[in-house]
């Protein structure tokens, strides 16, 4: 008996080729048979109907002598057809033809009948003659279908013998070939199982099988194999962790192991699964099964189990570390997103619920609301924020103070930055109103964690976590609650000091703003002041008085926000009260504007200027002449009294302080009364991320649409220009051009001539007693004396005299064509002239020249609101002590 397993193959493929090569020779023989038998009717069938129905077989079969004529027919027939005779015979039997002439005349052999009843008939025989043949009989039939004689054809049929010699050679060459290959692939299947086995033999396979399922059985790992909807194999932990019987021997059903129905349905299945996790008793099993096919169908499925019960537990902690880190993160995005201490509160509260806990408050220290630090053992707590799963839960409001809080919040807890996890079921003491907390508990909070928000040693307030749908808290929900204040607090304490710089920010501009306007005869104002979100800006407006009842417009915007640019406004705004009283012209003025900001020191407080713009225009609302210059600043807008908006085709400069030394431009405008003047700054336009042309046809629909008053025009423009949430500040300064009443206006030419002083006198007190200013004479002729006497002395041609009165004072105004000034000094006692100034200056509220292109004015202005003098001195008298002339 052959050893290895090629061998025995090989001995079995020769026992299957020899009973191949029997059944294929048994084959041959019943086919060679069948097959020569078939050719053999075949062909007598065909022979002995050609001759029965050739030309002249039935003429001959009715003649006197039908062997003269079938005889010779027959036999030439038979040699062309290699049949072994035709013979032809009548009905009764008598042979007309036949191989052997003698035999002609005799009666045939044989049952012949069937074809007498008009059938071919055809049997097979042993002939002593011509040995094994088929015999073939037909009929022939005369015309009136009676059988006139018969046609036998007989034909030898082969030997079976003669066919197999010939395929004798093809089945030993297919023999022959079957042996090479058995032999081939036994020696490949051989060779094949050595590559696999490592060149093991059988013995050593058992062995290792052997080993194997000693493995099997001692891993700690169960190992499941099932099929046809049995349990073909389980190793000992298996049956250990199944609370499987003792192996019966054959394989159970499925349905007889009582498993859970889970797992039970998951291997009568035997779909794929990677770590399913199902219950089995008291274990928590980790199932991983995979079915096992055979030519695209599912025999079974092996199945491994793994006990997952203490992992389960180590698994559901980390799971739970790993969703509060990801809400540590979601609340460090979610919280200081401003820095608006009452908004981060709010953050705060809202990233710990429903997550972490079911309500939450935020209670933070009085100082820390206003941006202050708190004192030492402050403990002013007042709640500042609150959120919850539901809406009606009864915690104390917004703003309430928190004296009956959580114990946290009781100030030797709060100042030594205690957190406590409290039980309120447990315990009475944590809440200071019995009623409360009674109310409290019957809403269903159970536990509270409170943990003081401390900041650089500085405590800030207090959060408290409340649960009550949740389970209570455990020390590690304190730890998180911890982590979580810790964060919070740096967001609170960020938000804090930028709401104490933003309020210092926030009073020093407040303090460099005009509170209020003055009032002026030239025009009526209104404006709006609209801080960034980013903090305090650099925008600035204006409206100072000018000499000769005119008024001086002014809007500017300094780059950048916070301290640096509110100081940096202020100098500005105070560089241009100042330069204002020189009555300069607009691009004058905005040329020692910008010499001004270019040699401001860089290291001061507000640092450097670079980058302000500026719009300066001067209205006279004696003439209703308005002239106005630009540096970097976005020309006005002005709405018509009949309506219609226009925006002044206003020359650009540089911004101020860029170096650029540029002189600014000055164009000049007439303004109908009740026309409205629109200043504002960039900050007006620029949010909407406009064109120019666009941004300001969206400015003229809303001044069309307003109602055409100062006050009106600045609500409609905030109302559609600017977004609710600007990036950058808004100043916006509406003033309607007023005129002043010509008949309160009066004009001399003057000759330089000393007579000229009386005869002057003489109109103007004329003119004011026309004007009820009676009281005013005496002053107002003082004034003038002495100012016409001076111009006629000093000045040079033309010389104007001029008053204008409007609801406050009495302007008087003296013009020539020289550019000398005069200048208030003291007088030596030896003097004779130089005390003319010191009177204008005691009897009028101010006094100044204003330069022209040619010339100059000396102006004085008087308070009409001061009480007349009970007692007038007498004028000349007066005059005299001081006469320069």
Same mark, same amino acid.
């Given at each position: ?6 061998a ?100 045939v ?10 059938e071919?008939?055809q049997?097979?025989?042993d ?10 009989? %037909? ?17 030898? %049929? ?50 290792? +099988? ?6 099997l ?13 049995r349990?073909?194999?389980?190793n ?28 039970a ?32 169908r ?22 739970? /570390? ?12 979610r919280?200081?997103t ?20 079911? +309500? ?24 500042? /924020? ?27 807890d ?9 039980d ?12 409360h ?6 809403f ?9 928000l ?30 979580? /204040? ?24 407040r ?28 925008d ?15 809007v ?19 560089a ?36 302000a ?18 540096a ?7 709405l018509?009294?009949?309506g ?13 302080g ?13 303004? #109908? ?19 120019? #042309? #666009?941004? +300001?046809?969206?400015?003229a629909? /809303? ?15 905030l ?26 206006i ?30 005013k ?41 020289s ?16 005390r003319?100034?010191?009177?204008v ?10 330069y022209?292109d ?32």
């Amino acid at each position: 008996m052959p050893r290895s397993l090629a061998a025995r193959v090989f001995l079995l493929q020769l026992v299957v080729i020899a009973v191949l090569v029997a059944a294929a020779l048994a084959a041959l023989v019943v086919q060679a048979r069948q097959r020569t038998t078939q050719e053999a009717y075949d062909r007598s069938m065909s022979v002995a109907e050609s001759f029965a129905h050739a030309p002249g077989t039935l003429a001959a079969m009715e003649s006197a002598d039908p062997s003269a004529v079938l005889q010779p027919a027959a036999e030439q027939t038979r040699t062309r057809a290699d049949v072994a005779y035709i013979v032809a015979f009548a009905p009764d039997g008598t042979r007309w033809s036949h191989p052997d002439p003698a035999l002609i005349g005799g009666h045939v052999s044989g049952n012949f009948a069937p074809a007498l009843a008009g059938e071919p008939f055809q049997e097979t025989f042993d002939s002593t003659l011509f040995g094994r043949a088929v015999d073939t009989t %037909v009929p022939v039939f005369d015309p009136g279908g009676k059988v006139a004689g018969l046609v036998s054809v007989g034909i030898q %049929v082969r030997s079976v013998q003669e066919h197999l010699q010939a395929q004798l050679p093809v089945l030993f060459a297919a023999a022959g070939t079957a042996l090479a290959l058995a032999a081939a692939g036994s020696a490949l299947v051989n060779r094949r199982l050595r590559r696999q086995t490592h060149g093991l033999g059988p013995a050593e396979m058992t062995r290792m +099988y052997e080993h194997h399922d000693a493995v099997l059985h001692a891993v700690r790992e169960g190992v499941v194999i099932t099929g046809d909807g049995r349990l073909q194999l389980a190793n000992d932990e298996a049956r250990r962790l199944l609370d499987l019987p003792a192996d019966p021997g054959t394989a159970l059903p499925l349905d007889a192991l009582a498993l859970p129905p889970a797992l039970a349905d998951l291997l009568a299945t035997g779909r794929p699964a990677t770590d399913e996790v199902h219950p089995v008793g008291e274990r928590l099993l980790a199932v991983n099964q995979r079915p096992v096919e055979r030519s695209g169908r599912t025999q079974g499925a092996v199945a491994t189990l793994r006990d997952t019960t203490e992992l389960r537990a180590l698994a559901g902690r980390a799971e739970t /570390a790993h969703r509060r880190l990801d809400l540590l993160y979601a609340a460090g995005l979610r919280i200081g997103t401003t820095l608006d201490v009452t908004r981060t509160a709010e953050e705060l509260a809202r990233a710990a619920v429903p997550a972490f806990a079911d +309500y939450a408050t935020v209670e933070l220290l009085e100082p820390v609301l206003a941006g202050a630090e708190p004192e030492p053992g402050s403990t002013a707590v007042r709640r500042t /924020a609150r959120t919850g799963v539901r809406e009606d839960f009864p915690l104390y409001p917004l703003g309430h103070p928190v004296g009956t809080a959580p114990a946290s919040t009781i100030p030797t807890d709060l100042a030594a930055g205690r957190a406590l996890r409290i039980d309120l079921a447990a315990t009475d003491d944590w809440c200071a109103d019995p009623a409360h907390a009674r109310e409290l508990l019957d809403f269903g909070l159970h536990s509270v964690v409170s943990i003081p928000l401390q900041a650089r040693d500085l405590v800030l307030g207090v959060a408290n976590f409340w649960r009550a749908q949740q389970p209570p808290f455990t020390d590690d929900d304190l730890a998180f609650a911890e982590e979580l /204040a810790l964060r919070a607090a740096v967001s609170l304490d960020n938000a804090r000091r930028y709401t104490r710089e933003h309020a210092t920010a926030t009073a020093l501009q407040r303090s460099l703003l005009p509170g209020e306007l003055p009032a002026h005869r030239a025009v009526d104002t209104a404006w709006r002041y609209r801080a960034a979100e980013a903090g305090v800006g650099g925008d600035w407006f204006d409206a100072i008085p000018l000499s000769g009842a005119r008024v001086a417009l002014v809007v500017g915007d300094v780059v950048g926000h916070g301290v640096g640019a509110a100081a940096a406004m202020g100098r500005l705004r105070t560089a241009v009260h100042n330069f204002s009283a020189l009555d300069l012209d607009p691009d004058e003025l905005l040329a020692r504007l910008d010499e001004f900001v270019t040699r401001l020191d860089p290291g001061a407080d507000g640092g450097a200027v670079t980058g302000a713009t500026c719009l300066y225009a001067v209205y006279d609302p004696a003439t209703g002449h308005c002239a106005m210059a630009s540096a970097g600043h976005p020309p006005p807008a002005l709405l018509h009294p009949d309506g219609t908006v226009h925006v002044p085709d206003l020359p650009l400069s540089p911004p101020l302080g860029t170096g650029e030394a540029l002189p600014a431009e000055t164009i000049g405008l007439h303004l #109908d009364e009740g026309t409205l003047l629109v200043l504002f700054t960039d900050g007006l336009l620029q949010p909407r991320r406009l064109d120019p #042309d #666009d941004a +300001y046809t969206l400015l003229a629909g /809303a001044l069309a649409g307003s109602d055409r008053t100062p006050e009106g025009v600045c609500a409609a423009v905030l109302d559609a220009l600017p977004p609710d949430h600007p990036d950058d500040d808004v100043a916006l300064l509406v003033a309607r051009a007023r005129r002043l009443d010509p008949g309160r206006i009066a004009e001399w030419r003057l000759e330089r001539d000393p007579a000229t002083v009386s005869r002057v006198r003489a109109d103007v007190t004329a003119t004011l007693e026309r004007w009820d200013l009676a009281h005013k004479v005496f002053t107002t002729e003082l004034i003038i004396s002495e100012l016409v006497t001076n111009t006629i002395r000093y000045g040079t041609d033309p010389v104007r005299l001029r008053l204008l009165c409007d609801d406050r004072h009495l302007i008087c105004e003296v013009a020539d064509g020289s550019s000398t000034s005069p200048h208030l000094r003291r007088a030596a006692d030896t003097d004779e002239g130089g005390r003319g100034l010191y009177l204008v200056a005691r009897f009028c509220e101010r006094w100044g020249t204003r330069y022209l292109d040619r010339g100059k004015i000396i102006w004085v202005e008087q308070d009409l609101a001061e009480e007349p003098p009970a007692a007038e001195p007498d004028a000349d008298a007066l005059l005299d002590q001081w006469d320069d002339l």
